[in-house]
């Protein structure tokens, strides 16, 4: 992509910080500006508002995300317009405008993402897709191949407007932090036994026939244990979903809860933890009984 000059990134950066998006330049290299000599190895604390606040108020564009600023007369002032004169992008803090960004690195991921996550905004990269959404959660790279989150304590560039509205943060990206922190065992130690299968006497207020029922269960079960690698726990979040969706307009009893049981099974069969595969069908089930 080639380098914008000075005077309309800054003149961009400007209208952003007007509109409440905290901004920052960039280096060729994509990434912040170094720090200076006074914030070298956080010598001066950090900034106020970083993890681990400090006391910084360095003029100089320090810090990384933690530098990005809404304030027209820091954006201008002169250690940030040098900083300017050299830039090459414009980047923005997520968190700091109550945004997520989903950055999809490339065809595969982004393929994976419309078929796994609520449509929002989108802005289009060299390479994939930023999917934009309302709220704010903890950031991290290689949640899965080609996925990254980018929110609090992150910054991410500036490409445009996008396409689309931005939608509230799903349950279904909020699971992929939480996977990233429970990364799925060598080996199953055991699984919880389902209790049960479904039975249309049990679920005698369900509409649906007991063959509909179980061919949806097998795909999607199907789906989760194919998560061998990574990705089970939002898998089976978004089985959980559906099935319940395709219960909304039921008079009921459905029997949500035996095929609740099965799917967090298949999910602790590939690994997943069993409370953290329990969350993400419970959080599943109840998205989709909000369906209407």
């Keep these: ?17 007007a509109h409440g998006l905290p901004v920052l330049p960039l280096s060729r290299g994509k990434r912040p500006f170094g720090n200076c000599s006074a914030c070298t190895g956080n ?9 681990h606040a400090g006391a910084c108020h360095c003029p ?11 304030d027209p007369h820091v954006l201008t002032s002169r250690p940030w317009q040098a900083a300017w004169q050299r830039a090459a992008h414009l980047a923005y803090h997520p968190a700091g405008a109550g945004l997520t960004v989903v950055d999809l690195d490339n065809a595969e991921a982004v393929a994976w993402a419309r078929a796994t996550f609520p449509p929002t905004r989108k802005v289009d990269t060299s390479r994939g897709q930023h999917w934009i959404y309302q709220g704010v959660m903890s950031s991290a790279n290689r949640v899965r191949p080609g996925v990254d989150l980018k929110s609090h304590a992150a910054y991410a560039r500036w490409l445009g407007t996008g396409t689309g509205a931005p939608a509230p943060l799903p349950g279904v990206v909020r699971a992929l932090m939480e996977e990233e922190t429970t990364r799925p065992r ?7 036994e389902a209790s049960g299968t479904w039975e249309r006497r049990p679920a005698h207020g369900c509409r649906h026939t007991e063959g509909y029922v179980r061919t949806g ?8 244990r194919a998560r061998t690698e990574q990705g089970a726990g939002s898998q089976a979040f978004g089985v959980a979903q559906f099935l319940a969706t395709c219960h909304t307009a039921c008079p009921g009893p459905c029997g949500l809860d035996t095929l609740a049981e099965q799917i967090v099974a298949a999910a602790v069969s590939v690994g997943v933890p ?13 998205a989709g009984q909000g369906t209407a």
């Design 1 to 17: 992509m080639p380098q914008e000059p000075p005077s309309t990134l800054l003149a961009a950066a400007l209208d952003l910080a």
């Design 43 to 51: 010598a001066c604390g950090g900034r106020p508002n970083m993890k």
């Design 60 to 70: 100089h564009v320090c810090h990384a995300w933690a530098a990005a600023t809404t």
């Design 186 to 192: 060598a080996r199953v130690v055991s699984s919880p």
């Design 217 to 224: 269960l097998e795909r999607g079960l199907a789906k989760v």
């Design 274 to 286: 069993e409370p953290y595969a329990r969350r993400a069908v419970d959080n599943g089930m109840t």
